[in-house]
């Protein structure tokens, strides 16, 4: 039998409402409060970065491969669709690779990694500006095209009003998805008749298109810019031929292996006039901001645990007074100093427990009434998100539930140490 637990698991239950009761009820809210703000925080800021991410490689890909010369400014330099390349590069699957030396520690080796997945899909895209010409209205736009096997289950959770392009006639469609920021702007309508009008080589060319839809990202620097079209349409305009497109978008199945495969399609796949980047790199004002909510979410978290830490020292200080008779029997009966101890660390470890069950209990409750509820609302224009989003990190929620019984642990086991300070003889005449 274990005394020193039987005897915490007694004492943790005071009978009467007395002193120590009030501080265990204390300390379990503390833990309990710390534990829930840092499951909140957690769930809270993975579900920005993956919900913000995921707008961004929905609209964009995970890597761009364009020509060298073309750059960031979408100038119109063509590359051809090359079937072959494009089967090259879709049959990518898992690699091997070699983690670099590292230069903080040079010491450690290079090892041999290998990448959890390959790529997914290549898609093809034309980006050519325009001026969107109305009775009363005009704007600038960047027009995206799209072939008719691109996959649209990607930005039709996006559509709004209306709906996508129609490809089913044998010539170029005139349809036209335009955002809903500009379609607001210049006044246009789903189903209204608008004049596009291109200048090409100090040219000025005309096309007749026609709002077959609205759609919203919620990501300002898009939404503002974009409109979406047939590509056929867009190569007629230019004058490119049906084998030749801007880029290709490649999606690659797990978002972690983006970075080593953009280095492997640029070096082993593609020839050399080709150029590939990731749209991390690309766009990467907003990949640095989500960054950013890691050292928030850090700062939050250490935070929350020196709230518990704080609390349960005060309370297991206040438990080793309250007991000093107690000590002083037991020490008069032969338990050693770790044995006493180790009572209140247990006792300490059932607040704990409790706190962190109650914890998770609020957290968990509080989040999932978000999820399915979309109860607090946000300004869309400064967080690219209409609602707080919750996406639950597993990983990160044990670790977090682990961490506090550790570190709160650890931590306690300095005030125990009162209880050597304390004689048999001083004890029994404590009051």
């Known amino acids: 039998m274990n005394v020193e637990r039987f005897i915490a698991q007694r004492i943790s239950h005071p009978a009467s409402k007395n002193f120590s009761s009030l501080i265990l009820k204390i300390a379990v809210a503390a833990v309990a409060l710390s534990i829930s703000v840092m499951i909140i925080t957690t769930s809270v800021i993975t579900g920005f970065k993956n919900g913000i991410s995921d707008k961004v490689f929905n609209f964009w890909g995970h890597i761009h491969v364009t020509d060298g010369q073309a750059g960031d400014s979408f100038e119109l330099i063509p590359i051809t669709k090359d079937a072959e390349l494009i089967k090259k590069i879709e049959d990518i699957g898992p690699i091997a690779y070699t983690r670099p030396k590292s230069v903080v520690n040079p010491d450690i080796t290079p090892t041999e990694q290998r990448t959890v997945g390959g790529v997914d899909r290549v ?129 690659v199945d797990h978002l972690d292996d983006m970075a080593t495969l953009n280095e492997y399609i640029y070096f082993e796949q593609l020839p050399g006039r080709l150029y590939s980047e990731s749209i991390r790199t690309k766009f990467y004002e907003i990949f640095e901001w989500l960054e950013l909510q890691n050292i928030n979410e850090d700062v939050l978290i250490i935070l929350m645990i020196l709230v518990a830490v704080i609390n349960m020292i005060t309370a297991l200080l206040i438990f080793v007074l309250e007991r000093t008779e107690m000590i002083g029997v037991l020490k008069s009966l032969g338990s050693t100093d770790w044995s006493i101890r180790k009572i209140f660390l247990y006792n300490a470890g059932m607040i704990i427990l409790k706190g962190l069950l109650f914890g998770n209990l609020i957290a968990f409750t509080l989040c999932m009434i978000q999820k399915y509820t979309g109860v607090l609302k946000l300004s869309e224009t400064q967080y690219y998100l209409d609602t707080v989003p919750i996406e639950f990190n597993w990983l990160s929620i044990l670790l977090v539930n682990i961490g506090t019984i550790v570190v709160t642990l650890l931590f306690l086991i300095l005030p125990t140490m009162l209880v050597s300070k304390i004689t048999p003889v001083k004890a029994l005449r404590f009051q």
């Open 123 to 251: 898609e093809t895209y034309i980006i050519v500006p325009g001026i969107i010409a109305t009775k009363d209205n005009f704007e600038g736009v960047l027009l995206k095209g799209l072939e008719s096997d691109y996959d649209f289950s990607r930005i039709a959770r996006f559509v709004k009003e209306g709906k996508l392009i129609d490809y089913t006639g044998e010539r170029a469609s005139r349809d036209l998805l335009l955002s809903e920021q500009m379609a607001e702007r210049i006044s246009l309508e789903v189903g209204d008749p608008i004049i596009m009008n291109f200048v090409l080589d100090g040219e000025q060319y005309k096309k007749r298109f026609e709002v077959s839809g609205i759609y919203k990202t919620g990501l300002e620097e898009y939404d503002k810019r974009f409109g979406i079209v047939d590509a056929r349409i867009l190569q007629e305009v230019l004058g490119w031929r049906a084998d030749q497109v801007s880029g290709l978008e490649i999606y």
